[in-house]
Nanobody, 123 residues
Framework: QLVESGGELVQAGGSLRLTCAAS????????MGWFRQAPGKERDFVAA????????NYADSVKGRFTISRDNLKNTVYLQMNSLRPEDSAVYYC??????????????????WGQGTRVTVSS
């Protein structure tokens, strides 16, 4: 089970840190990703991190503003979001890919998903 938290209402230019806590299974050997879905839009890739945190992958729209990290001892993944913009408003989902060999931006590769946490950025 993946449980996201940390989403809230924030002003443009502000920061938030999202947390994804895994329970019931260890995700320390999985690639972990963050995706987001705005109302009426498809679910989009945000960021992903390899099992050992040595490799990351970011959507162009968040590069330089967002940072994905993980703590395998805590079975937790984080998404630090800085310089937030109204267009970042969405429900953010954490996901786990059982294959450690890829750091994919493709949602279909991710087998396990959380329920999401809502981020709203006001202008």
């Amino acid at each position: 089970q993946l449980v996201e938290s940390g989403g809230e209402l924030v002003q443009a230019g502000g920061s938030l840190r999202l947390t994804c806590a895994a329970s019931g299974r260890t995700v320390s050997i999985y690639t972990m990703g963050w995706f987001r879905q705005a109302p009426g839009k498809e679910r989009d890739f945000v960021a992903a991190i390899s099992w050992n945190a040595r490799n990351t992958n970011y959507a162009d729209s968040v590069k330089g503003r967002f940072t994905i990290s993980r703590d395998n001892l805590k079975n937790t993944v984080y998404l630090q979001m800085n310089s937030l913009r109204p267009e970042d408003s969405a429900v953010y989902y954490c996901a786990a890919d059982e294959s450690p060999a890829r750091i994919s931006s493709t949602a279909t590769y991710y087998k396990y998903w959380g329920q999401g946490t809502r981020v709203t950025v006001s202008s």
